[in-house]
């Protein structure tokens, strides 16, 4: 098999995964896996199935040496290359490893203008891919948002996402390092990206975070509420990473207020609401929204556009009247939580595959 074949199927093989890496006119993908992974590597990687394995699975499966398979899982590992688990004592396992969320934010470490340039090129394509498939991440509120007697279960709530939480990392958010490197982004804190779990032991073996406790991890919320970041989980009950999101720099919010109808791709449970008689249109929560889901009208009152509201609460927060509150959506308009990454890997690995089999009916039937 010719290099060129090599790369080509490790795209196929990528495209393959419920987030998927769809092809270009230009090529950029396939620019941008010749300049993360050596031939050798790529012809690996395919290899590699979204469920763990042992090395020795993966030799058998490329008919390769175990011990030679082992050495370059490892260093592919450390290079974000496949995701790796290594519990205590027991045997090493190897996975696949999604371009986002996976290979492009194990790059932390790695960028380079070159390599920016490229994914700056590539990643309105799979956005657009990654738009027709459930959410990877969910948002939900910033804590001071919600009322008291509101109805708010344990895994709409970040602190209680956080209680009992093992092992948290916190790593800088690459969506704010990248845009400052190429001489943009903004002043929000760069360190607010906290992984939990086996997440966050592959984000600190990897050099990729530090290690910190529950409270510490609480002030990283107090300073995202307080910058006015987004706080978007994994989209599970029980989730293997928390980001804390601007509008500036993170692509996808960028993807999302791209969206005419951001609140029907976003998976939320809550929608902000203006009490009218209270609101002096200030125009203070305009800033906090990074949907442009508010606009003051007649220089008067706020009004929320309740199809770009995503429900994270910035607006709550800041009101000085407190005219502004958020509301839990109809049960029938609240997308359901999977319980955990699994089981949101297999919906979307499902509803991917149903989307390829309508596409080829439709394509059969315009060539009948």
Known sequence: MSEEMVFQALAKHLDSLPEGFPSTESGVELRI???????????LAVHLQPMPATAEAVAERANMDAAQV????????????????????KEPLYMAAAFVIGIWEYQLNRLTPEFNDMVREYMPQLQTTMMHMPPQLRTIPV????????????????????????????????????????????????????????????????????????????????????????????????????????????????????????????????????NQDECVG???????????????????????NPDRCIGCGLCVTTCPTEAISLERKPEDQIRSVPANM?????????????????????RLKQVQ
């Open 70 to 89: 082992t050495e370059m899982l490892d260093e592919m590992s450390a290079k974000g290359l496949v995701f790796s688990l290594k519990p205590p004592e």
């Open 282 to 304: 200030c125009e203070t929560c305009l800033d906090r929204c990074q949907m442009e889901a508010l606009t003051v009208v007649d220089d008067s009152v706020a009004v929320v």
């Open 143 to 274: 804590e001071k948002s919600i009322d008291a007697k509101a109805e708010v279960l344990a895994y709409e709530q970040a602190r209680e996402l956080i209680k009992g939480q093992k092992k948290i990392v916190v790593s800088p958010c690459i969506c704010r390092k990248e845009h400052k490197m190429m001489g943009g982004g903004c002043d929000k804190p760069l360190e607010t990206c906290l992984s939990f779990g086996w997440g966050a032991d592959y984000y600190e073996r990897n050099g990729l975070g530090r290690a910190i406790d529950g409270d510490e991890a609480l002030v990283v919320l107090q300073l995202a509420e307080e910058a006015g970041l987004v706080i978007q989980p994994s989209n599970a009950q029980k989730i293997v990473a928390m980001c804390c999101c601007c509008g500036d720099c993170c692509e996808s919010l960028a993807a999302l207020k791209l969206h005419p109808r951001p609140a029907s791709v976003a998976s939320s449970a809550f929608l902000a609401k203006v």
């Open 33 to 43: 896996l010749k300049y993360l992974f050596t031939p050798e590597q790529a012809d």
């Open 342 to 362: 699994m089981e949101a890997y297999m919906e979307r690995l499902q509803l991917r595959a149903h989307a390829e089999v309508a596409g080829r009916a439709d």
